[in-house]
């Protein structure tokens, strides 16, 4: 199972908006709605921060939005803060009942 | 409240084993499925396998298939995991986490690092 594909890195000024890719294929991202993001601060956990592709748990600022096109899911965060600097992972249910992360990307707010 | 809590920093080496323990608390055993995922240095997550926390039974990750195991103690609310034959290659933080619902890893433990080296 090949790690889903994302860009290393992102970057965007405060208040501005950036998205995340996260290209898979029907057999992960694709032929499931079971795609999640994860932001992971440095030296810390990683976080739950959208699941179901779009869906956000309670205490997420709606800030974070995620979204899917075919092969392809996405991360947009609104209104960029600086405490959203972190790297962000999506993830994917697969088949055989196996899961498979994204390579991360790393946002830098500018 | 949902609480993953996870043995301390190990060093190892290469051709060891590692036993890392990771002890549930705050909700019923079973509830949650417990997935393992790792992440080297500078590097990303990568996802290990899981455990049926009610049946015990086990999935792994291609790449693991052959050097780790999963095992419980329902006694005791806990999860383990092992891995044999360690290279410097599997120096990693390696974390825990919780799965409900397919796909949402809702809670992670601390994270435990592997060190090995000779």
């Known amino acids: 199972q090949s790690a889903l594909t994302q860009p290393p890195s992102a970057s965007g000024s405060p208040g501005q908006s950036v998205t995340i890719s996260c290209t898979g294929t029907s057999s992960d991202v694709g032929g499931y709605d079971y795609v999640s993001w994860y932001q992971q601060l440095p030296g810390k956990a990683p976080k739950l921060i959208i699941y179901?592709?779009?869906k956000r748990p309670s205490g997420v600022p709606d800030r974070f939005s995620g979204s899917r096109s075919g092969n392809t899911a996405s991360l947009t965060v609104s209104g960029l803060q600086a405490e959203d600097e972190a790297d962000y992972y999506c993830a994917s249910y697969t088949a055989n009942n196996m899961r498979v992360f994204g390579g991360g990307t790393k946002l830098t707010v500018l | 409240q949902v609480q993953l809590v996870q043995s301390g920093a190990e060093v190892k080496k290469p051709g060891a084993s590692v036993k890392v323990s990771c002890k549930t608390s705050g909700y019923s055993f079973s509830t949650y499925s417990l997935h393992w995922v790792r992440q080297a240095p500078g590097q990303g997550l990568e996802w290990m396998g899981w455990?049926?926390?009610?049946?015990?039974?086990?999935k792994y990750s291609q790449k693991f298939q052959d050097r780790v195991t999963f095992t419980r103690d329902t006694s005791a609310s806990t999860v383990y995991m092992e891995v044999n034959t360690l290279t410097s290659a599997d120096t990693a933080v390696y974390y825990c986490?919780?799965?409900?619902?397919?796909?949402?890893?809702?809670?992670w433990g601390q994270g435990t690092l592997v060190t090995v080296s000779s």
């Open positions: 179901d592709v779009a």
């Open positions: 455990i049926n926390t009610g049946n015990g039974n086990t």
């Open positions: 986490a919780t799965e409900g619902t397919l796909m949402i890893f809702g809670k």
